[in-house]
């Protein structure tokens, strides 16, 4: 652990450090190739890492992001190709939300169309307009119209969408719980303050949506349901929230464990370090700092280039690479080649 002794990581006399919002969510994929092909080329998103499960070597890790890999911004994927398809149900994230530009959805249904994404019809949430979608192992995703300020701390990256419609993070993430009470009181505990509520279209049930305090990935909405679900492709894997610095890691910790939770002990994932624990309803979190980074280990220019294995794999890299399957990032889209972000 870093030492950081300035004050923003103590916390207050009422609790820790308020989370920003999310940092990563990471989901079950199945063929990596297909994998690519969609979140790179249709969605737009680029490959900030390209890497391997660090508790499964034998099995990628893909990080996909806005054009820097900020916070908040990246959906990552464990291609397990042997695995069933699973089924979303109670104490899972059962959608993923993204933010797209105001007045951009037009281009996405024509795009999905284009290319034969399975998408539903419009709806209207909380006064915003969302698109519902799935990826092509069945994963449950949306896009949101927001205003996106000329501040945000985002930066689009533009080799396949135009900036007028690139995704810019995360929206938000719903939780599907069989017993909300106890994890309300944990959103509460991390920062979130619960906002405002209404029928869930999908269940018939009350959404009520949590805000964290952050720009981007700052939602957090909470529905009850009773169905049943499994984990397998097309499904999320843990919902990782934003603790920046170590301080504030730590305090969140401490917080948790004292509402009976058991969170693990800090863990360096290479790029960021993680606390996990399962809260009360049965949803794997991950607290993540923002430190060191996806830029940390290769250029800003070549994120994703290559493979890249944290130091301790790195003297296995042949045995490694030998039993991945041979991928191909797609190529720069000449139609935005122009308006690149590198």
Same mark, same amino acid.
């Given at each position: 652990?870093? +030492?950081?002794?300035?004050?923003?990581?103590?916390?207050?006399?009422?609790?820790?450090?308020?989370?920003?919002?999310?940092?990563?969510?990471?989901?079950?994929?199945?063929?990596?190739?297909?994998?690519?092909?969609?979140?790179?080329?249709?969605?737009?998103?680029?490959?900030?890492?390209?890497?391997?499960?660090?508790?499964?070597?034998?099995?990628?890790?893909?990080?996909?992001?806005?054009?820097?890999?900020?916070?908040?911004?990246?959906?990552?994927?464990?291609?397990?190709?042997?695995?069933?398809?699973?089924?979303?149900?109670?104490?899972?994230?059962?959608?993923?939300?993204?933010?797209?530009?105001?007045?951009?959805?037009?281009?996405?249904?024509?795009?999905?169309?284009?290319?034969?994404?399975?998408?539903?019809?419009?709806?209207?949430?909380?006064?915003?307009?969302?698109?519902?979608?799935?990826?092509?192992?069945?994963?449950?995703?949306?896009?949101?119209?927001?205003?996106?300020?000329?501040?945000?701390?985002?930066?689009?990256?533009?080799?396949?969408?135009?900036?007028?419609?690139?995704?810019?993070?995360?929206?938000?993430?719903?939780?599907?719980?069989?017993?909300?009470?106890?994890?309300?009181?944990?959103?509460?505990?991390?920062?979130?303050?619960?906002?405002?509520?209404?029928?869930?279209?999908?269940?018939?049930?009350?959404?009520?949506?949590?805000?964290?305090?952050?720009?981007?990935?700052?939602?957090?909405?909470?529905?009850?349901?009773?169905?049943?679900?499994?984990?397998?492709?097309?499904?999320?894997?843990?919902?990782?929230?934003?603790?920046?610095?170590?301080?504030?890691?730590?305090?969140?910790?401490?917080?948790?464990?004292?509402?009976?939770?058991?969170?693990?002990?800090?863990?360096?994932?290479?790029?960021?370090?993680?606390?996990?624990?399962?809260?009360?309803?049965?949803?794997?979190?991950?607290?993540?700092?923002?430190?060191?980074?996806?830029?940390?280990?290769?250029?800003?220019?070549?994120?994703?280039?290559?493979?890249?294995?944290?130091?301790?794999?790195?003297?296995?890299?042949?045995?490694?690479?030998?039993?991945?399957? +041979?991928?191909?990032?797609?190529?720069?889209?000449?139609?935005?080649?122009?308006?690149?972000?590198?």
């Amino acid at each position: 652990m870093t +030492d950081e002794s300035d004050s923003a990581g103590a916390g207050t006399e009422d609790g820790p450090t308020p989370t920003p919002g999310i940092h990563h969510v990471t989901c079950v994929a199945g063929d990596p190739q297909r994998n690519l092909d969609f979140w790179v080329e249709t969605l737009g998103l680029r490959l900030v890492k390209r890497s391997i499960n660090q508790d499964d070597p034998g099995t990628y890790h893909f990080f996909y992001g806005d054009a820097e890999g900020t916070p908040g911004t990246s959906m990552t994927f464990f291609p397990w190709t042997d695995l069933p398809e699973g089924e979303v149900g109670a104490g899972q994230v059962s959608r993923t939300a993204f933010r797209v530009p105001e007045g951009s959805l037009d281009y996405w249904e024509g795009r999905f169309d284009e290319r034969g994404v399975d998408y539903d019809a419009r709806e209207e949430r909380f006064g915003e307009t969302v698109l519902p979608f799935r990826d092509p192992d069945g994963l449950p995703v949306e896009l949101v119209e927001v205003e996106i300020p000329d501040d945000d701390p985002t930066t689009a990256w533009t080799a396949h969408v135009p900036e007028s419609a690139a995704i810019r993070g995360f929206h938000s993430v719903t939780l599907w719980l069989d017993d909300p009470d106890r994890t309300e009181g944990l959103l509460r505990t991390m920062g979130l303050t619960e906002t405002e509520s209404e029928s869930d279209a999908a269940t018939g049930n009350d959404r009520t949506r949590f805000a964290a305090g952050g720009a981007v990935g700052k939602y957090v909405d909470v529905v009850e349901t009773d169905r049943q679900g499994s984990s397998g492709r097309g499904t999320v894997h843990h919902v990782a929230f934003q603790t920046p610095t170590d301080a504030d890691q730590s305090g969140m910790r401490d917080a948790v464990a004292s509402m009976g939770l058991r969170p693990t002990e800090q863990i360096d994932r290479h790029w960021f370090r993680s606390v996990y624990f399962r809260e009360f309803a049965g949803v794997l979190f991950e607290l993540a700092t923002a430190d060191p980074g996806y830029a940390s280990d290769e250029p800003l220019d070549a994120l994703g280039d290559r493979l890249v294995l944290p130091g301790r794999f790195e003297d296995r890299r042949e045995e490694i690479e030998s039993g991945l399957a +041979d991928v191909t990032v797609p190529g720069t889209d000449t139609a935005f080649a122009a308006n690149r972000a590198d």
